[in-house]
C-alpha cells in the first residue's frame, strides 16, 4: 500500500529547485517542498517543520501531535516499516 508518511523537514537543500531533507523515523531523503512553500518568503521556515510525505512530494504541513499520533497508526495497522522502507527507496 502506498500511504503518505510524516517526516520532519530537517533542511532545505536547494531553494530554487524547491528541495529539502526530510526525517522520516530516522531515514533522511530529499523530497519537493512545492506543495508547502510559502508563497511569498524564504522556504527556511519550513526547517523544523512536519509535513506528509507521498512519492517523494511534501503534500501538506501537519502539527507535530498529528504527524505522531499518524505514524502510531501506521505502526499499529502494520504499515510503517513497509512507508519507510518506501521513503527510503527499498522494495517494500
Given at each position: 500500500m502506498c500511504l503518505g508518511i510524516p517526516g520532519r523537514i530537517v533542511a532545505i537543500t536547494d531553494a530554487e529547485a524547491m528541495m529539502a531533507t526530510v526525517d522520516v523515523s530516522g531515514v533522511r531523503r530529499s523530497v519537493?517542498?512545492?506543495c508547502v512553500a510559502p508563497k511569498d518568503g524564504p522556504l527556511d521556515g519550513l526547517v523544523g517543520r512536519w509535513t506528509l510525505v507521498h512519492v517523494g512530494f511534501a503534500m501538506s504541513l501537519i502539527d507535530e501531535e498529528e504527524a505522531k499520533a499518524t505514524l502510531a497508526?501506521?505502526?499499529e495497522i502494520g504499515e510503517a516499516n513497509a512507508e519507510i522502507a518506501a521513503f527510503?527507496?527499498?522494495v517494500a
Open positions: 519537493d517542498v512545492t497508526i501506521l505502526h527510503a527507496g527499498e
